[in-house]
């Protein structure tokens, strides 16, 4: 098992790895195998997916969505070793080696102050990968030495592996963060940083002078603001507008994206990742909105949280298709009308109908009929999703629409023994039967 030296690593829904806070992908490969001989208790790594990330190598099963998994600290590899070139080489599976510390008992050592070392080789059988390009992403993530970083500059950019400004490190080796997530840090890291100057304004009577002006503003900004958060002299209105800011900042953090799927870490495995990735990023927004959500809606949040790395609406849909293929909670579903939208697989249909039937029956909704704003007020959803589900109604039918100059009506059908499929007839009895208990019943 994993677990007798390396450490497991947690899956996501859609079986991608969970990243630490700071942690970015870098670099993927597929159909890897992990090999180690020095240690007889290392796993049979065959056949997965490799992610190199800031901070660790990961290691999943390519079987399943929730197959094995493992990873290896960077900060616990001791050396890596140059590729030489051979003749055997060119024949052979492209390999490299790279030197792990680990303790006594065969585990690997996060902190890299093991006993011995061994060495682990990465056999790279799949077709088509930048295995130079990986090497040096290897190499520039290892001496970078991210997870030694407390406090992360906070700047949207690409996840490119350099040392420039606009590379996934800063000029001081700190690790970049991209998306809401990182504005918010960035926002907290100004809030400490006045903090600490205000401590130091303080310390004695001359700061204090030299900072006067600043202070003075800076003590009214934070007065404003504890008064506006004061619960003990607030209004509720004032209440509730504090909770929806608390709220509205849950929510940005939510669909921040630290470390967004791309075609230059993910390689040819861009579109099978970005599927995953998309399955973990609208769980949230789908429980909002019911389990249901409009496939342009989803398109603009998830390129909002990505930050700069936007995608185009054909990786989108191509993402959604490849769902088929994984075992995750979501699936795309194609109304009648054309309408696309990416449902829960544990939404039901029955349940919107029920709320739409219970709406329908109303005395006023029996006069007047319902609109598709009524229906997306009963049932909290955008007006064109409510419509959809009004015609899938109908198609079942539940309902019987209206058309005049002011639009579409709904109406509860009161002939729920008419065949669909064929509207000139009656199932139990004729047409002219029908007609004669309408008349009957309207005196």
Request: one cysteine or more.
């Amino acid at each position: 098992m994993a677990g007798n030296c390396l450490e497991a690593v947690e899956l996501t829904s859609s079986g991608r790895p969970v990243l630490l806070p700071s942690e970015i992908e870098c670099s993927l490969l597929s159909a890897v195998d992990l090999e180690c001989e020095d240690l007889p208790n290392f796993p049979n790594f065959k056949s997965g997916i490799l992610t190199l990330t800031t901070h660790r190598i990961l290691w999943v099963s390519n079987s399943s969505s929730q197959g094995a998994s493992s990873a290896i600290p960077l900060a616990s590899i001791s050396h890596i070793f140059t590729s030489k070139k051979s003749l055997k080489s060119i024949f052979a599976s492209p390999r490299i080696r790279f030197q792990l510390s680990v303790s006594p008992d065969g585990r690997v050592a996060k902190s890299g102050s093991g006993s011995r070392s061994v060495v682990v080789t990465v056999v790279v059988r799949g077709k088509g990968a930048d295995l130079d390009l990986f090497l040096t992403k290897f190499w520039d993530n290892w001496r970078g030495r991210a997870w030694e970083t407390g406090n992360a500059d906070v700047t949207s950019g690409s996840d490119s592996v350099s040392g420039s400004t606009s590379g996934l490190y800063t000029k001081e080796g700190t690790v970049r963060m991209v998306g809401v997530s990182g504005i918010l840090r960035k926002e907290q890291e100004m809030w400490e940083t006045t903090d600490k100057s205000l401590q130091d304004a303080f310390q004695d009577l001359n700061a204090l002078m030299s900072k006067a002006k600043e202070m003075v503003m800076l003590a009214e900004k934070m007065r404003q603001k504890l008064l506006s958060s004061s619960t003990s002299q607030s209004s509720a209105a004032e209440d509730g507008e504090l909770g929806s800011k608390q709220d509205m900042q849950d929510w940005l953090l939510s669909v921040g994206i630290v470390s967004p799927v791309t075609k230059e870490s993910a390689g040819a495995l861009y579109h099978q990742q970005l599927s995953r990735q998309l399955a973990d990023f609208v769980r949230l927004p789908l429980e909002r909105a019911g389990g249901m959500m409009n496939l342009i809606d989803i398109y603009c949040l998830f390129n909002r949280a990505r930050g700069t790395e936007l995608i185009s609406p054909e990786d989108l849909l191509q993402a959604c298709f490849l769902w088929e293929k994984f075992d995750v909670p979501v699936m795309l579903r194609k109304f009648d009308s054309g309408v696309m939208v990416i449902q829960n697989k544990t939404h039901s249909d029955e349940e919107i109908f029920a709320r739409i039937k219970s709406l329908a029956t109303k005395p006023d909704a029996l006069r007047t009929g319902i609109s598709a704003s009524d229906a997306a007020i009963t049932l909290g959803i955008a007006p064109g999703m409510a419509k959809e589900h009004l015609l899938t109604a109908e198609s079942r039918g539940i309902l019987c629409r209206d058309i005049s100059p002011d639009g579409f009506r709904f109406y509860i059908n009161l002939f729920p023994e008419i065949d669909p499929n064929n509207v000139y007839l009656v199932k139990d009895y004729g047409v002219y039967d029908t007609w004669s208990r309408v008349a009957s019943a309207s005196g």
